[in-house]
């Protein structure tokens, strides 16, 4: 069965903590991106890449981080430096070509 | 201004009518244009994306206009499954860039 998966669905940070939010992906894509939604908002770019082992800062990287060590795998660290991280996560791929698609979603929350 | 602009809506439609939703753009240089269906509390998934020459999926109809940067989608026949909002997406560089949503709901 193809597609992206996001876990875990939901996450509560406690203050200072940092959390990882998983993405994986099945569909051999080569980019993938991670955005984030708040109420009211159009998804916002967090971090996106395009090949294993390399990654680019998007619009908001400040507080964040991620890893691309496997072309399956793009998971994102929220740091304790990422003051209000209350906020829909949602992970994407493309081939290359948009569109992209989008896993279900990590709805992440403070404690 | 923002690089993409939507009316939030929300759009009070009665079953059967048709709506339609604008969208601007703000940059000339943008490439490629979606639209996208967000459910409440779900990820975005394409609806479709549009042409120049304008095109049509079955009660959906896009149309891009770019000497006025700004592209559009009509839902004829509206059904209650349509309630959802309506992302409007364009590319710039290779990144999209996402509208905030128009929100509609189809009452019976």
């Known amino acids: 069965d193809g597609g992206i998966t996001q876990s875990p669905k939901y996450l509560f940070r406690k203050e200072g903590q940092n959390v990882t939010l998983s993405c994986e992906q099945n569909l051999n894509h080569d980019a993938m991106y991670w955005y984030r939604q708040d109420p009211g908002q159009g998804l916002r770019l967090i971090y996106y890449s395009q090949i294993v082992n390399d990654f680019q800062k998007g619009d908001i990287a400040e507080g ?12 994102l660290t929220v740091t304790s430096a990422q003051k209000n991280p209350t906020a829909f996560y949602l992970c994407a791929t493309d081939e290359g070509r948009q569109p992209q698609h989008f896993g279900d979603g990590t709805r992440l929350s403070i404690l | 201004r923002k ?22 753009y703000s940059n000339s240089a943008s490439q490629s244009f979606f ?33 006025s940067q700004y592209i559009s989608l009509l839902i004829r026949d509206s059904k209650l499954s349509d309630s959802a909002t309506y992302l409007c997406v364009v590319t710039l ?11 509609l709901q189809v009452f019976p």
């Open chain 1, 64 to 75: 964040y981080s991620v890893s691309r060590e496997k072309k399956e795998s793009f998971p």
């Open chain 2, 3 to 24: 690089e993409v602009e939507q009316d939030p809506g929300p759009f009070n439609v009665p079953e059967g009518a048709t709506v339609a939703f604008n969208c601007t």
């Open chain 2, 35 to 67: 639209w996208y269906r967000q459910d409440c509390r779900k990820e975005p998934k394409l609806l479709m994306s549009v042409y120049s020459s304008g095109n049509e999926d079955g009660r959906f109809t896009a149309q891009l206009n770019r000497a």
């Open chain 2, 93 to 103: 560089t290779d990144k999209l860039i996402f509208g905030t949503g128009t929100r």
